[in-house]
């Protein structure tokens, strides 16, 4: 009898759902246009929150294509004058858009020329065909491939990792999820310790009020802690999820591998064009280039003559509904900036930081990240919050640099799939149960703002970041 109810009332929602969805992106703007306004939350940005939130919803429900709702947020700014064009579409002037069009051709040439997979093959290879060896295996996949192309590692792997679970027939088991949040972590993890297009978005969007240009050296050396944090990550994987039998893949790794044959001309060619990107990024602190361009330039040098390995569907599969939708998440950062946004959070969160201490402060701008997930993109996250954290930093004598990479960490921690569609790819494949992913995430939420507390804050003092 409950089963049936429960069955009936799945079949309503499932049937309703786009209406369900509409009903609340219509209503929400509503209600906080409601909302009484005062000398701090003026009627502009009560506007402003309301036109965003609806923006967001729509994104998050997808109840229009991406493309779309992308092109109708910003639009909706300019329609009801919430800041000038030139303000709104100024993302499309930065080096972000171009940044990631260019690092999804890379990555799209080298999944094609098959360097990708060569690469993860290798890594399992070397670490042994054990459980173990298989997660380890993978998380060095994922930083070479991070390090080639940084952020565009999460479709081959998300593909690399079901392949194997599919090839030793796991199915959906303890196994098969270990190995799958394996390859999301692999994917991300990465992330925290090489620059990548992901958090040039932070940076983007707090360019009106902190302006240092951010180099890749920089980065790896403020976040260096992230590489142990990436292979504790595994630790915890192998512990949480033992498989029920012996695993060993090494015959069927060699054999996948033994296929490829040897490393082609195309392979070769692209290994250059990393390596100068690489070199290009080395050298940021003499050229004074923003390593952005580096990315967008990365990929067009796949098609030049003597290189020339790219293909016209490798320019095809680039999702450019997604640079739309970078975009468009900077608007929303751009317009909260024009209207004086960061002042209000400032002005809020101010007096619970002062006399609390930089660890006090980062765990707050953490817990805040972590609770605008479960409402908001990470990209809207990191466009909207970037600004305003960056100038209450200052007032508060803190390095802004030190709640950028908070913020990034913070938006990392999750509880459930729908809330980072990176790691809803590795869920979507069916390996993985939802009380499976919701207690491996809960705990990793626990262990990252310990992480955060007792050693980022600590090596951020020693280095003079804090």
């Given at each position: 009898m409950?089963a049936?109810?429960?069955?009936?009332e799945?079949?309503f929602f499932?049937?309703?759902?786009k209406?369900?969805f509409?009903?609340?992106?219509?209503i929400?703007?509503?209600?906080?246009?409601m909302?009484?306004t005062?000398?701090?939350f003026?009627?502009?940005?009560?506007?402003?929150?309301?036109?965003?939130?609806a923006?967001?919803?729509?994104?998050a429900?997808?109840s229009?294509?991406?493309?779309?709702s992308?092109?109708?947020?910003?639009l909706?700014?300019?329609?009801?004058?919430?800041?000038?064009?030139?303000a709104?579409?100024?993302?499309?002037?930065?080096v972000?858009?171009?940044?990631f069009m260019g690092?999804?051709?890379?990555?799209?040439?080298?999944?094609?020329?098959?360097?990708l997979?060569?690469i993860?093959?290798?890594c399992i290879?070397?670490?042994?065909?054990?459980?173990k060896g298989?997660?380890y295996?993978?998380m060095f996949?994922?930083?070479?491939?991070?390090?080639l192309?940084?952020?565009?590692?999460?479709?081959p792997?998300?593909?690399?990792?079901?392949g194997?679970?599919?090839?030793?027939?796991?199915?959906?088991s303890k196994?098969s999820a270990?190995?799958?949040?394996?390859g999301?972590?692999a994917?991300?993890?990465?992330l925290?310790?090489f620059?990548?297009?992901n958090f040039?978005?932070?940076?983007g969007?707090a360019?009106?009020?902190y302006k240092?240009?951010i180099?890749w050296?920089m980065?790896f050396?403020?976040?260096?802690p992230?590489?142990?944090?990436s292979?504790?990550?595994?630790?915890?994987?192998?512990?949480?999820?033992?498989?029920e039998?012996p695993?060993?893949?090494?015959a069927f790794v060699?054999g996948e591998?033994?296929?490829?044959?040897?490393?082609?001309?195309?392979e070769?060619?692209s290994?250059f064009v990393?390596?100068?990107l690489?070199v290009?990024?080395?050298t940021?602190?003499?050229?004074?280039?923003n390593?952005?361009?580096?990315?967008a330039?990365a990929g067009?040098?796949?098609?030049?003559?003597?290189i020339?390995?790219?293909?016209?569907?490798?320019?095809?599969?680039?999702?450019?509904s997604l640079v739309?939708?970078?975009?468009?998440?900077?608007?929303?950062?751009?317009?909260?900036?024009?209207?004086?946004?960061?002042?209000?959070?400032a002005?809020t969160?101010m007096?619970?930081?002062?006399n609390s201490?930089d660890?006090?402060?980062?765990?707050?701008?953490?817990?805040l990240?972590?609770?605008a997930?479960f409402?908001m993109?990470?990209?809207?996250?990191?466009?909207?919050f970037?600004?305003?954290?960056a100038?209450?930093a200052?007032s508060?004598?803190?390095?802004?640099?030190?709640?950028?990479?908070?913020?990034?960490?913070?938006?990392?921690?999750i509880a459930?799939?729908?809330?980072?569609?990176l790691?809803l790819?590795?869920?979507?494949?069916?390996l993985?149960?939802v009380?499976?992913?919701?207690?491996?995430?809960?705990?990793?939420?626990?262990?990252?703002?310990?992480?955060?507390?007792?050693i980022?804050?600590?090596w951020?003092?020693?280095?003079g970041?804090l």
């Amino acid at each position: 009898m409950e089963a049936a109810l429960e069955s009936g009332e799945q079949s309503f929602f499932a049937k309703n759902k786009k209406t369900i969805f509409w009903v609340i992106t219509v209503i929400t703007p509503l209600i906080i246009m409601m909302l009484p306004t005062g000398e701090m939350f003026t009627p502009k940005i009560r506007l402003f929150v309301a036109v965003t939130a609806a923006g967001i919803l729509l994104f998050a429900f997808e109840s229009l294509p991406q493309l779309v709702s992308s092109i109708l947020l910003p639009l909706a700014y300019v329609l009801i004058g919430l800041a000038p064009s030139k303000a709104i579409f100024v993302p499309w002037a930065t080096v972000i858009p171009w940044m990631f069009m260019g690092g999804i051709l890379m990555a799209n040439v080298l999944e094609s020329v098959g360097l990708l997979k060569r690469i993860a093959y290798w890594c399992i290879i070397k670490t042994g065909g054990t459980y173990k060896g298989i997660l380890y295996g993978i998380m060095f996949a994922g930083i070479i491939l991070n390090l080639l192309v940084p952020a565009q590692a999460v479709i081959p792997l998300a593909a690399f990792t079901f392949g194997i679970c599919k090839a030793l027939d796991l199915g959906q088991s303890k196994a098969s999820a270990g190995i799958m949040l394996a390859g999301a972590m692999a994917a991300l993890m990465p992330l925290f310790f090489f620059y990548n297009p992901n958090f040039a978005v932070i940076q983007g969007g707090a360019s009106s009020v902190y302006k240092e240009q951010i180099t890749w050296v920089m980065y790896f050396w403020h976040n260096l802690p992230n590489i142990g944090w990436s292979f504790f990550m595994i630790f915890v994987i192998s512990k949480m999820f033992k498989p029920e039998k012996p695993i060993d893949a090494k015959a069927f790794v060699q054999g996948e591998y033994q296929k490829l044959g040897k490393m082609s001309v195309p392979e070769k060619k692209s290994i250059f064009v990393t390596l100068l990107l690489f070199v290009f990024m080395l050298t940021a602190q003499f050229h004074k280039i923003n390593i952005g361009w580096g990315f967008a330039l990365a990929g067009c040098m796949m098609y030049l003559p003597g290189i020339n390995i790219g293909t016209d569907d490798d320019i095809k599969r680039i999702p450019f509904s997604l640079v739309f939708f970078v975009t468009a998440c900077m608007a929303i950062g751009v317009v909260a900036n024009v209207l004086g946004f960061g002042k209000i959070l400032a002005s809020t969160v101010m007096p619970l930081m002062q006399n609390s201490g930089d660890a006090v402060s980062l765990g707050l701008v953490w817990l805040l990240s972590v609770a605008a997930n479960f409402l908001m993109t990470p990209l809207a996250i990191w466009a909207s919050f970037s600004a305003p954290l960056a100038e209450l930093a200052m007032s508060l004598g803190i390095d802004p640099r030190a709640f950028f990479y908070t913020i990034f960490q913070g938006t990392d921690q999750i509880a459930m799939p729908y809330e980072y569609i990176l790691v809803l790819i590795f869920f979507s494949f069916g390996l993985i149960t939802v009380k499976d992913f919701a207690k491996f995430f809960s705990v990793k939420m626990l262990l990252n703002i310990v992480f955060i507390i007792v050693i980022k804050v600590p090596w951020w003092n020693l280095i003079g970041l804090l």
